[in-house]
């Protein structure tokens, strides 16, 4: 890490968060693994708990779905732990995305149910200033989880255009289409991927979407 940038300091967790995927997207993933590992993880991170949660989970999230290797799965328990111990329900929604990736990435569908359920219910209050695009990214999260690529599809492509209204920055948000360009790939939606990925691709460089364009070309199925 940059000198002079200390590990109780507030923001050293996040900026090793994107150090980390600037790691991944360059394909070094060794590098990025052990930044994981060192800086971010709830173990061993100390910044606020949302900003714990939502780095560790979107990683893991982009690492399991990036294919890359070995695989950290192991690596969820703990993000699985820390989500229910300081957001033990729905309440602000930017955080609750976060926990549903952590409880749909280990099968904890009743804890998803419940967070969904809770999200319905601030939604219904008029107390969830998201909306919709909260409760479809869950849900969205919970079909990618699943495996349910096409139903992941339908619903995250929904909420695309409603993406800011979460909250975050650019960086933090795009593991969402991030999420919308695998269920397209994995469920033949190909074209629809290539739409998205070259309109990423005129805004900035990216060896990580190239190679998703790439595939493209070998799965021309529409589903």
């Not at 979460?166 to 593991?175: N, P």
């Amino acid at each position: 890490m940059a000198a002079g940038l200390r590990t109780a300091g507030q923001l050293h967790c996040h900026l090793s968060w994107h150090l980390a995927l600037f790691e991944l997207a360059r394909g070094n993933t060794e590098r990025a693994r052990a930044i994981y590992l060192g800086n971010i993880r709830p173990s061993v991170a100390q910044a606020a708990p949302m900003l714990v949660l939502a780095d560790s989970a979107s990683f893991l999230w982009r690492w399991r779905f990036y294919g890359a290797v070995p695989s950290l799965d192991q690596e969820w328990a703990e993000v699985a732990a820390h989500a229910p111990r300081h957001f033990p329900q729905a309440s602000l929604a930017f955080a609750d995305l976060h926990a549903a990736l952590a409880e749909a990435a280990t099968g904890d569908d009743d804890g998803l149910q419940f967070r969904i359920a809770g999200l319905q219910r601030l939604a219904r209050d008029g107390r969830l200033p998201p909306g919709e695009a909260a409760l479809a990214l869950c849900s969205g999260a919970a079909a990618l989880g699943r495996g349910d690529n096409a139903e992941a599809a339908r619903i995250l492509e929904s909420t695309l255009t409603d993406l800011p209204r979460i909250g975050g920055s650019h960086a933090q948000r795009e593991v969402f289409e991030d999420s919308l360009i695998v269920a397209y790939l994995r469920s033949g939606q190909s074209a629809k991927a290539a739409l998205l990925l070259r309109a990423r691709l005129g805004r900035r460089p990216a060896a990580r979407d190239d190679a998703w364009l790439a595939l493209c070309s070998g799965n021309r199925t529409e589903g």
